[in-house]
């Protein structure tokens, strides 16, 4: 068991380049979600997919796409990259989109926009 | 508008001793608190959580408070350990909204 990964786990990108970054689990969750983290502040939720099929804005989301591939597969698109768009990404998963489930997370996916 | 407030950046205690980390909130619609645990280059992972129709739920050496009227949540962890050396993040929701304070670091010394 795998748990949550990410590709790719390190990236630079220039100004107004594009990228996806992918992420995938293996626990049969419903719910996935993608929050960045940026320094002195806590995660911010990007998007989030409850279920498969359906995606919904969080606190973050502009800038940013999101792709629900299938039940696996929660994948993440900058469309023209940003230097504030600069941080630390985390996927994470979740069995419901139940308040207070606990969600697991993947390891991160550092991104320095230049 | 910061929702969730850790207003201690770091503690550092020592082993065997109480660790103590804090947590205020603004909004009282949260009706979940959960806290996470966060290992450098790793991901947070779960490790305790209350409803606000509780005020305290114990998991072995870790104990979480919550003080609805005051709007604020503690994290007892006894005794500490050096493993237990991390970031802690206290985390409050309300339907699909999940709001993170930006983390206490906790440096427990042998």
């Known amino acids: 068991n795998a748990g949550v990964t990410q590709t790719p786990k390190f990236q630079v990108l220039k100004t107004g380049q594009s990228m996806t970054l992918q992420c995938a689990q293996d626990?049969?969750?419903?719910?996935m979600y993608w929050y960045r983290q940026d320094p002195g502040m806590g995660l911010r939720l990007i998007y989030y997919?409850?279920?498969?099929?359906?995606?919904d804005k969080g606190e973050v989301p502009n800038g940013y796409n999101v792709s629900r591939l299938n039940k696996r597969e929660f994948s993440l698109r900058l469309e023209s990259a940003a230097p504030s768009q600069t941080s630390v990404y985390f996927c994470?998963?979740?069995?419901?989109?139940?308040?207070?489930?606990?969600?697991?997370f993947g390891p991160g996916t550092r991104l320095t926009v230049t | 508008d910061q929702q969730v407030k850790q207003n201690s950046p770091s503690l550092s205690v020592q082993e065997g001793r109480i660790s103590i980390l804090n947590c205020d909130y603004t909004?009282?619609?949260?009706?979940?608190f959960l806290w996470y645990k966060k290992y450098p280059a790793e991901g947070p992972t779960f490790l305790i959580s209350?409803?606000?129709?509780?005020d305290k739920n114990e998991d072995g050496r870790f104990t979480v408070f919550l003080n609805k009227s005051a709007k604020h949540l503690s994290l007892h962890i006894v005794p500490s350990q050096p493993g237990d050396s991390a970031v802690y993040f206290c985390?409050?929701?309300?339907?699909?909204?999940?709001?993170f304070g930006a983390g206490t670091r906790l440096t427990v010394k042998p």
């Open positions: 985390a409050a929701s309300h339907n699909n909204d999940m709001r």
């Open positions: 209350i409803s606000s129709i509780k």
């Open positions: 997919s409850a279920s498969e099929g359906t995606t």
């Open positions: 994470a998963s979740s069995e419901t989109s139940s308040p207070g489930e606990e969600q697991y």
């Open positions: 626990m049969n969750h419903n719910s």
């Open positions: 909004n009282s619609m949260f009706d979940y």
